[in-house]
């Protein structure tokens, strides 16, 4: 098992041991055989190598780096260390690695930085990309238009098989994708696609238009970049083409940037559903206050939001007063309900957020809720009663009587009806008028359920117990 | 506005009127108008169409697809569907379908059907490729193995350029992905690899040992797949190559493959800290009877646990009955606490399923969220203590004395810092042990902190109420 284990991690051990002599070289300031090794890494390793070197060398390492690398090396970078980064580089160091950084990426980055060092970064780049970067920033937050790129290869109808390969060959390189190529007419409106595997099989004097798809799954600057995953996730593409409102071909999404669009969408969702304003650096370089401001807003609302709670147990003090053995029974209840409410909830949300379920479908979620909600409340009210029977009279003795026992089973059983339908109705609403359904789920689903089983309780125990 | 999403809806809306319009040629029974317009379809399409088609047609539909567009097709659809369509196929027509799909999922399609239907599909299939399917199926599963095709390009390191594009021609269209091809010696070593933009700008009679690049990221047969998923996202790759223990090359995994998995394991999380055990179809298409057997037995769990808070009370019957306002505390102090935990807890699941936190870190977590907890449960004691004054006794003209709205304030301070001690520990310790630190976060937690909130509660207020 040892071995196996060994096995799996090889490539892993390989890189640190390259990561571990990377840092004696450095150490030894043999920059030659540094040199040597780094052009072996890949960039995000190197990157992650550059986190643990004491920053004033780091500027020293880059400059070895040949012109492309570093500037891979520089995207996958920190925040932080890129701004230092970028402070220390003289200009026209500033220059070099920033002429080979996508344009999607440099926007990124700039997103990221304070004014000073923005004015920097673009008083280094050529004005014609500062223009194509400028467009992109005015894109709707979100949108497709935020998230493309737009080094694309792009071909034109008339041209031949063996046009199409030199046109790959002299611009390729530069290009995020050569794998798809987009053809334009000369206003620039899309009218198809052909791929690489197309051109190849295809003889040197084919013309482009007889050999193009032009049934091309597309996307628009001004779509949710949500939308523009789903889209690459569904059909299986490496890339979708960005118009704009005249048709017109202005960039492409990639699929790895749909992979990043995917981890942070479920990420925001997790966050939300644990009651934490999502954060947008990884959970160790969060600062402690920034970590404290994500989570103190929601523990405060549920704080205030339990002044119901408070208000519908102070409305029946005296039935409690009376009979103090139903108190024991509050936090279960409270617990299975919050549960059974979450369980539908959280369903509800990811269904949505995958496009499994829409609005449309609520009389659809209801009816399965209801005849799921129905199954678990009986069953969970039969085990709760065999619970009190075996545990709290045999096992502990407490004296829980019959009657007692049965508001609390039937009250578990009314809870946890109304908790599923109100964690599987609320999320779709929340959707329908416009509101974030993965907000729903934790505090105001918990806040609402709590008061709904504390006023069933109360009530059938007044009913039931005659107090 | 209105006309933005209308705009952002077009592809969409387009995609709709297709269907509605394939619905109507096969009403009519419009053959070859229906043929005409399939063919322009996406496979995904196709087989979202055919789930509103009543059952018996669907063969029929199937049988006028192009063969490379039914074999998509079928894999496209849900596993019902694939499997009246294998019952209604024909020998002949079931082995035209699955002569083009591919081995991994072939492999998919033959896990999820039924004894009887398996020795079908095997029965349609080449003695070759089923020994191939066989190799596959025998991998562990969630291993690279397991999801691996073995449909690449493979390349020898003697080869010219000009032999190698020769070589993708033959051979490329049945492959996954030709955009990448693997260079192997005579044992099938993996040595290295060459990408289709590096034979494009290499002259024709380059040889492949020259231009490849021998820095292979690889992975072996029994790596996790979300390892694998994590090696694309975080090299940015279109496709892994699996090696077995000899390091000879026996698969690819590619990138939409990893979009899969990287969406399956997001799913499997959200399930597990909701206390739901992971489905695998989606929520519309599960049974009610699934459905609840996937949630009862943590209902049941977090029922039975609930005796502990149930104790707790008990034990402190009479300090509740000599101050009852004490009792309509106790749903505020379990569901911040149960917050407070599950804020911590989500972070540091994701944390570690994104491997971004490990083990290791345990102290600088440890640290970072005494901070947290502290900043919060001091922040949070304030404001409750403003609560009570302004909205139970000013408000609401409850009778609070400054002692109890004192006790309750001490312990939201102690409850939230062991809260979030639990809650960024418990995950983990679970990890360290082998066990799924998502499991650890619903319901385990909830009830710890719910025990432990209680029993803080009555000490606090047993010494400082002297009841």
């Not at 880059?62 to 970078?77: Q, S, Y």
Request: charged content about 25%; overall charge negative.
């Amino acid at each position: 098992m040892q071995d196996e284990i060994e096995f799996a991690t090889e490539a892993e051990d390989l890189l640190e041991e390259k990561i571990e002599h990377a840092y004696e070289l450095i150490e030894k300031k043999d920059y030659s055989k540094l040199k040597e090794l780094l052009e072996d890494m890949e960039p995000a390793d190197i990157a992650m190598m550059l986190e643990e070197v004491p920053i004033e060398n780091v500027p020293l390492i880059f400059r070895i780096l040949p012109k492309e690398l570093a500037a891979d090396t520089f995207v996958e970078m920190d925040t932080d260390q890129q701004e230092v980064l970028i402070r220390a580089f003289s200009d026209e160091e500033l220059e070099r690695v920033m002429s080979d950084v996508f344009v999607d990426d440099t926007v990124d980055i700039i997103e990221e930085m304070p004014a000073n060092v923005v004015r920097r970064i673009l008083r280094s780049i050529s004005p014609e990309r500062r223009a194509k970067i400028n467009d992109i920033m005015h894109y709707p937050e979100d949108s497709a238009g935020s998230i493309m790129t737009i080094e694309y290869v792009d071909l034109t109808e008339s041209m031949t098989v063996a046009e199409a390969f030199t046109k790959i060959r002299e611009t390729g390189l530069n290009k995020e994708t050569i794998y798809t190529c987009y053809v334009i007419d000369r206003n620039r409106k899309l009218l198809g696609l052909v791929t690489v595997m197309t051109l190849l099989t295809s003889p040197p004097d084919a013309v482009i238009a007889d050999i193009m798809d032009d049934n091309v799954i597309y996307t628009t600057t001004d779509s949710d970049k949500e939308d523009v995953s789903k889209l690459i996730e569904k059909y299986d593409l490496l890339a979708v083409p960005v118009v704009d409102r005249e048709h017109r071909l202005v960039g492409i999404v990639t699929v790895d940037d749909a992979i990043d669009v995917i981890q942070e969408e479920a990420e925001e969702d997790f966050a939300k559903m644990a009651a934490i304003t999502p954060m947008e650096k990884p959970y160790l370089k969060t600062s402690v206050f920034n970590i404290w401001k994500s989570r103190i807003p929601w523990l405060m609302l549920m704080m205030v939001s339990a002044t119901f709670t408070g208000m519908i147990i102070s409305g029946f003090e005296n039935a409690l007063q009376a009979e103090v053995v139903l108190t024991a029974f509050i936090p279960m209840l409270m617990d299975t309900g919050g549960n059974s409410g979450s369980q539908a909830s959280v369903t509800i949300i990811r269904g949505l957020s995958l496009g499994e379920i829409e609005f449309g479908d609520i009389l659809k979620v209801i009816w399965k809720e209801s005849r799921v909600s129905i199954l678990c409340g009986i069953s969970l009210a039969v085990a709760t009663f065999l619970k009190i029977l075996l545990i709290n009279r045999l096992l502990l003795h407490e004296h829980v009587s019959f009657m007692v026992a049965f508001v609390v089973c039937i009250t578990m059983c009314f809870t946890i009806i109304i908790a599923k339908f109100i964690g599987c109705t609320l999320p779709l609403f929340a959707k329908k008028i416009g509101f974030d359904p993965a907000v729903m789920a934790s505090p105001f689903i918990t806040t609402i359920v709590d008061a709904v089983s504390l006023l069933i309780y109360f009530s059938v125990a007044k009913w039931l117990l005659g107090i």
